[in-house]
């Protein structure tokens, strides 16, 4: 009986060193001619959280060669180890292609900025499959990692089988960080995505479609908010947003020990992106569930000496994985 408990403990405890030591990828993503300059800042802070996995650029050539950017993407490349990838070099696929056909978003809205949205799930799809990776995290330029992702990979490994992404409300996904399970789950998106691209919806529009579609098992929602919060405010945006599931928005909170921060944290702390306007720390987005207003906010050290944001309501606290700096002043939010 020892023997055979002993070798259940060995076989249980070997499946969990295999997880962690099975690679993963971080991925950002810019198609367009120009490179924003914060991108760096949230390659750097990645790379601060997780020193040894793979940290990936995919950029249009024209972007890459612009001369203003070479020094940027030089110390990108040899002080953050950051591998540059062209996406020109990419073969597109099928779903690619009629995606280019059929898209009717808008092209001349800040060059293309809402086709860029879309088509960059398509643009990740052709590096998967071609660099043959899994479990990737796709980071926007404007996202800033707090975490070392080897700490959560086992959860996303065991509780998602196939996306898993921050959703502010029923209809909204904020694609700021989402995970992939495998080349699978992201070719399963760009399908749906180009049957539909004659639509022209936005990506956020688009990947809560998808949801709705498709079971838990394609895609499922990351952990926004605390039970605590929802059981004393309910979930309702200042717009009148309300949904049927409470359950979806602090879904695995217990398993992950933290949330996720779609837009709405780091809008709140930081503002939103000038070019829609004033703004300045204390927005509270309109969209969003829950009013960010009603929590409170700490940054403390890590074992490595790191800042890292907290979140706390009526005695809760959870650590903020990530936060979307709306605002890209990202530089503010750095851990060091």
Known sequence: MFKKKLYMFLCVFCFFCFLNLCPYAIVFVHLGPDLPSHISDAAFQARLFNLTEDIYLLANQEALNKNDKQELLKKMRNDMRIKIVSIETLKRSKEHEIF????????????????????????????????KVNDVVHLESDTLLYRNLEE?????RLYYKGIAAVFINDVYCIPCFVYFRDKKAIKNLVKYIAERASEGKNDMIVLSGF?????????????????????????????????????????????????FDGC??????????????HSEPGFVNEKCLFNP??????????????????????????????????????????SV
Request: hydrophobic residues 35%.
């Open 100 to 131: 280019g056909k059929k898209s009717t978003h808008d092209v001349k809205f800040r060059k293309g900025f809402w086709k860029f949205a879309v088509e960059r799930f398509f643009v990740l799809d052709d590096f998967m499959q071609q660099y």
């Open 152 to 156: 959560l990979m086992p959860i996303f």
């Open 211 to 259: 949801k709705e579609k498709n079971p838990v098992e394609l895609i499922d929602s990351l952990p926004i908010i605390s039970r605590a919060y929802i059981k004393l405010h309910g979930l309702k945006s200042t717009k009148g947003h309300v949904t049927h599931d409470q359950e979806k928005y602090y879904k695995n909170i217990d398993v992950f020990g933290s949330i």
């Open 264 to 277: 709405a944290i780091g809008q709140y702390l930081g503002g939103t992106d000038p070019r829609n306007g």
């Open 293 to 334: 207003s009603l929590l409170t906010y700490q940054w403390e050290k890590d074992e490595h000496g790191r800042n890292v944001p907290f979140m706390f309501f009526n005695g809760e606290r959870y650590r903020i994985n990530n936060l979307h700096i709306h605002s890209k002043d990202l530089k503010k939010f750095l």
